[in-house]
T-cell receptor, first 111, second 114 residues
Framework: GQSLEQPSEVTAVEGAIVQINCTYQTSGFYGLSWYQQHDGGAPTFLSYNGLDGLEETGRFSSFLSRSDSYGYLLLQELQMKDSASYFCAVNSGWGQGNLIFGKGTKLSVKP | SAVISQKPSRDICQRGTSLTIQCQVDSQVTMMFWYRQQPGQSLTLIATANQGSEATYESGFVIDKFPISRPNLTFSTLTVSNMSPEDSSIYLC???????????FGNGTRLTVT
C-alpha cells in the first residue's frame, strides 16, 4: 500500500524551532510537498523538494532524502500565526495534482 | 499563482439530493483536480478533470456518484449525487500551472448532509 507517516501533534513556544518529519512509502515518487492549513481554511502550498537536499523559503525550510524515503519541514522563529495543520504530500504520478497526503500534523504555538 | 474560486462555499443538504460545486480559475490550466477532506482527516484525490475528455477517477470514487464536467480550460464542476451523511466533507478544487508547478487549492466547499 501507499502511506505517509507524520506526527499527529506538535507543541512549541513562540520563537522556537520545530521540525515536522515525514516518512513515506509509495509506488512512485516525483517529489515531496508541504502544505499548511489553518482551521476552516484551504491548504496553502509551502515548499517542494524534487531532489535531495534542503530548500529554504524565509522562516520555512524543507528537506528530502530519497534514499531514506524521508523528509522534514523546519519552521524557525515560530509565531502564533503558525498554529495550523501541516501536511506532507507525495507526488506519486505524472503531474503535480496526483498527490498522496499524510494525515497532517497539528502544530500548536504557545506564548 | 492562479486564483481559484469555488461556489458554494458551504451548504447544508438533505440526504438523497445532489449538489453541484463550481470551480473557476483565472487562467487556463490543462488539468483540474477535485479532492475531498473528511472532518479532521487528510485530503484524498477524487478525480482529475481534463478538458475535452472524461475525468479520471481514483480508486473508491465512481462517475455515477461524482460526475464531473470540464467544458473549458478555466472551469469545472463536481456533483455529489444522492447524498448521504457520509458525504459530509470539504470538497476542494485544485490546479497546477504546469507539471512542475505546485498545486494550489480553492477555498473549498463545506458540505453537510443531514
Amino acid at each position: 500500500g501507499q502511506s505517509l507517516e507524520q506526527p499527529s501533534e506538535v507543541t512549541a513556544v513562540e520563537g522556537a524551532i520545530v521540525q515536522i518529519n515525514c516518512t513515506y512509502q509509495t509506488s512512485g515518487f516525483y517529489g515531496l510537498s508541504w502544505y499548511q492549513q489553518h482551521d476552516g481554511g484551504a491548504p496553502t502550498f509551502l515548499s517542494y523538494n524534487g531532489l535531495d537536499g534542503l530548500e529554504e523559503t524565509g522562516r520555512f525550510s524543507s528537506f528530502l532524502s530519497r534514499s531514506d524515503s524521508y523528509g522534514y519541514l523546519l519552521l524557525q522563529e515560530l509565531q502564533m500565526k503558525d498554529s495550523a495543520s501541516y501536511f506532507c504530500a507525495v507526488n506519486s504520478g505524472w503531474g503535480q495534482g496526483n498527490l498522496i497526503f499524510g494525515k497532517g500534523t497539528k502544530l500548536s504555538v504557545k506564548p | 499563482s492562479a486564483v481559484i474560486s469555488q461556489k458554494p462555499s458551504r451548504d447544508i443538504c438533505q440526504r438523497g439530493t445532489s449538489l453541484t460545486i463550481q470551480c473557476q480559475v483565472d487562467s487556463q490550466v490543462t488539468m483540474m483536480f477535485w479532492y475531498r477532506q473528511q472532518p479532521g482527516q487528510s485530503l484524498t484525490l477524487i478525480a482529475t478533470a481534463n478538458q475535452g475528455s472524461e475525468a479520471t477517477y481514483e480508486s473508491g470514487f465512481v462517475i455515477d456518484k461524482f460526475p464531473i464536467s470540464r467544458p473549458n480550460l478555466t472551469f469545472s464542476t463536481l456533483t455529489v449525487s444522492n447524498m448521504s451523511p457520509e458525504d459530509s466533507s470539504i470538497y476542494l478544487c485544485s490546479v497546477a500551472g504546469s507539471d512542475n508547478s505546485p498545486l494550489h487549492f480553492g477555498n473549498g466547499t463545506r458540505l453537510t448532509v443531514t
